[in-house]
T-cell receptor, first 112, second 116 residues
């Protein structure tokens, strides 16, 4: 049972480039989340989804877009990367009836 | 706006010691509070979840308490071991009726090192 899988694990981008982070979960969870973790700031919610075909903005959504075309996948896109988006990105999921979150191992993104 | 604070930012203790990690939050209208563990280069693992109506939860050597009125939670670790070394984060979810929805507010964590 793989749980929550994030790809890639590391990525370096130049300012202005675009990329997509993939989160896949095999637990049939309804809820999925994208967070970013920065030193001294804790985890902050970027976007989330409460089910296939739905997305909603979190605390820091600017500069990011998301899609949930399939229940098991939640994609995070950066259309034009900026150095301020250098961070560690975490995906998480949970079933609707349980509050406990299951996290992926993270993606370290550097924007030069 | 909910703010979650964890003090100290780092803690070093000898093996076998009992210890307490602190978490405080500014808005007492919470739905629940979770404690997580994060190992270097890894994601977060949920340890304990306390609903707003509960006072404490226990799992093995871990005990988490919640005092909603004072805006505080503690994570007690008994008989600490080197394998407990990690960063411990707490996160609160606001009450649904106050518009909290699905959003958690995280603290910045306490980095724990248990030495032999």
């Amino acid at each position: 049972n793989a749980g929550v899988t994030q790809t890639p694990k590391f990525r370096v981008l130049k300012t202005g480039q675009s990329m997509t982070l993939l989160c896949a979960q095999d637990m049939n969870h309804e809820y999925m989340y994208w967070y970013r973790q920065d030193p001294g700031m804790g985890l902050r919610l970027i976007h989330y989804s409460v089910g296939e075909g739905t997305t909603a903005k979190g605390e820091v959504p600017d500069g990011y877009n998301v899609s949930r075309l399939k229940k098991q996948n939640f994609l995070l896109g950066l259309e034009s990367a900026a150095p301020s988006q250098t961070s560690v990105y975490f995906c998480a999921s949970r079933p609707w009836e349980l509050e406990k979150l299951f996290f992926g191992s993270g993606t370290q993104l550097s924007v030069l | 706006k909910q703010e979650v604070t964890q003090i100290p930012a780092a803690l070093s203790v000898p093996e076998g010691e009992n210890l307490v990690l602190n978490c405080s939050f500014t808005d007492s209208a919470i739905y629940n509070l979770q404690w997580f563990r994060q190992d270097p280069g890894k994601g977060l693992t949920s340890l304990l979840l306390i609903q707003s109506s509960q006072r404490e939860q226990t799992s093995g050597r871990l005990n988490a308490s919640l005092d909603k009125s004072s805006g505080r939670s503690t994570l007690y670790i008994a008989a600490s071991q080197p394998g407990d070394s990690a960063t411990y984060l707490c996160a609160v979810r606001r009450g649904i009726l106050t518009g909290g929805g699905n959003k958690l507010t995280f603290g910045t964590g306490t980095q724990l090192k248990v030495e032999l």
